[in-house]
């Protein structure tokens, strides 16, 4: 069994709890205008192929940092392209005590994804969109099988962090930003709302592909927009 792996990151702070050893795997279905990975999209892109086993014991080098609640993330492109590897290295992380956290679209949801989530500690649910046709020109796929996991996290009562990137003009309308807030009101096992303001760090890559970037002349979000959207989420600090 081996993954396919775009890249690691040994000491992750922004995917989910404490300090985090983050493995980024190749291959998305999305393809979303914001993407700063595009680089990730092609499962076959990097042909970096790991083992669960290599994986866990590289991890293992960072296991002091952990502490009482880091641990292993894995993240994307779509991880779940590639749950029977996912699953291999959760289960082993499980069996030693690591906590795991998956990244993830929730564009995949099938047996084998219900399967990962009996080893996953905390999922972070990218949410691109309440709104079913801006999600579609947004992502190029359909929003209802993220509905759907989600609705399952709540059913098996999984701890889940949801992220929402902002981005300007399409995303950071009120009117949506307000009905995703009230759709996530009834989940109760959402432990955090993260809002993520788009950037443009990742442009550059889309030259090097020798793609179109889809949304050319979108400028970063505004600190003022984000204090809007936050405060729409009643996350004013
Ligand atoms: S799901 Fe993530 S990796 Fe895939 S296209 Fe969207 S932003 Fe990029």
Request: one cysteine or more; proline letters at 3%; aromatic letters at 12%.
């Given at each position: 069994m081996l993954g396919n792996i775009h890249s690691y990151e040994s000491f992750g702070t922004v995917d989910g709890p404490g300090i985090?050893?983050?493995?980024?795997?190749?291959?998305?279905?999305?393809?979303?205008?914001?993407?700063?990975?595009p680089d990730t999209w092609d499962i076959k892109g990097n042909n970096?192929?790991?083992?669960?086993?290599?994986?866990?014991?590289?991890?293992l080098k960072y296991k002091n940092f952990f502490k009482k609640n880091g641990g292993l993330t894995v993240s994307g492109g779509e991880p779940l392209l590639q749950s029977d590897?996912?699953?291999?290295l959760f289960k082993i992380c499980k069996e030693n005590n690591i906590n795991t956290a998956l990244d993830t679209?929730?564009?995949i949801f099938d047996d084998k994804v219900k399967e990962v989530l009996k080893y996953t500690d905390?999922?972070?649910?990218?949410i691109k969109c309440i709104d079913k046709e801006v999600y579609k020109n947004?992502?190029?796929?359909?929003?209802?099988?993220?509905?759907?996991?989600?609705?399952y996290l709540k059913e098996i009562n999984k701890p889940v962090w949801i992220r929402h990137v902002i981005v300007p003009g399409i995303t950071d309308d009120e009117k949506l930003l307000t009905?995703?807030?009230?759709?996530l009101e009834k989940f109760k096992n959402i432990e955090k709302i993260e809002l993520l303001p788009y950037h443009t760090l990742g442009v550059f890559k889309y030259?090097?592909?020798?793609?179109e970037y889809p949304l050319l002349g979108t400028k970063p979000l505004s600190e003022e927009r984000l204090l809007i959207a936050k405060k729409i989420f009643k996350q004013l600090v």
């Open positions: 985090r050893y983050v493995v980024f795997l190749q291959g998305c279905p999305l393809r979303c205008k914001f993407c700063h990975n970096k192929l790991v083992s669960p086993k290599e994986i866990f014991e590289e991890l590897f996912v699953l291999e679209s929730g564009y905390l999922v972070l649910l990218d947004l992502t190029g796929v359909k929003l209802d099988n993220t509905l759907k996991f989600l609705d009905k995703l807030a009230k759709y030259k090097e592909l020798k793609k």
